[in-house]
């Protein structure tokens, strides 16, 4: 199931995305939140009527580095012996169609396509074998980077967290797996429509059973938290004006547009 979070004449619910075709796609809306047991309404509206909003706004998003062997060679960094965590904070998220805001304080603004994991259930201390049961589902995350603060800085804490800078969307695929992800999902980013990056899910160093369960050490885990699981090679710079999209086998495609901040 496509769970996605909308707005409508002013009112913001959760709805199921029902339909194949593009033009076509209708919400079911959804009696109240998605991560209890929930029943749909039975309302449809056309996803053309209305706007589509970050699919999740998590307390926190985890987000793990270096996970591509490939990418972490590309900016002459060492592969980690084990995850290697950082945050981005929740006013860093937006949604699909929204814009990326460059800093002013930047002048190398990177794209960094990633599978981004929904948590489902307030967790700790979890056991690799009970990582599946606390995930509500999948979906297409953008980790946009400062790589020029990212570089300069010892803390990551700018580059990777000014506002905007973590586009998620177009909605949350619950039907996947681990074994689906295992196996290898596609990653593809492109920039005003030409491809720059294009990697398989199955290339990660740490799978999301490493992820959750080393994170999970340390904190508690709350329903909509989002853990970014890293990005295949192929980063590059963006421009103010640039149109760059993330689409993930499975899951769908997250556009955001560049802007000038102010």
Not at 2 to 29: Q, T, Y
Request: proline letters at 7%; one cysteine or more.
């Amino acid at each position: 199931m496509r769970i996605a979070r909308f707005s409508i004449d002013g009112n913001v619910a959760f709805g199921a995305v029902e339909g194949d075709k593009p033009d076509e796609l209708v919400l079911d809306i959804i009696k109240g939140i998605p991560f209890t047991e929930f029943e749909l309404s039975g309302t449809k509206v056309p996803l053309s009527k209305v706007r589509l909003l970050p699919p999740v706004l998590p307390n926190k998003v985890v987000a793990f580095g270096r996970n591509y062997a490939e990418h972490a060679r590309e900016l002459g960094n060492e592969v980690p012996d084990a995850p290697f965590a950082f945050f981005k904070p929740s006013t860093a998220v937006t949604g699909p169609g929204d814009e990326i805001q460059y800093p002013p304080f930047s002048s190398e603004l990177h794209h960094e396509a990633e599978l981004a994991v929904v948590i489902g259930r307030m967790c700790r201390e979890v056991p690799r074998e009970r990582v599946q049961d606390v995930i509500f589902g999948y979906t297409c995350a953008n980790d946009v980077t400062a790589r020029d603060v990212q570089k300069r800085e010892k803390q990551w804490a700018r580059a990777k967290g000014f506002d905007t800078s973590c586009p998620l969307g177009p909605w949350v695929e619950t039907d996947l797996d681990l074994t689906a992800i295992s196996d290898g999902l596609t990653i593809q980013c492109t920039v005003n429509g030409g491809q720059r990056q294009l990697g398989r899910t199955s290339e990660m160093i740490h799978p999301i059973e490493d992820l959750i369960v080393n994170i999970t050490e340390a904190m508690t885990l709350l329903p909509g938290d989002v853990i970014l699981t890293g990005t295949p090679a192929g980063v590059g710079p963006l421009s103010v004006g640039d149109e760059v999209a993330v689409t993930i086998e499975g899951i769908g495609t997250l556009t955001n547009k560049v802007v000038k901040r102010g």
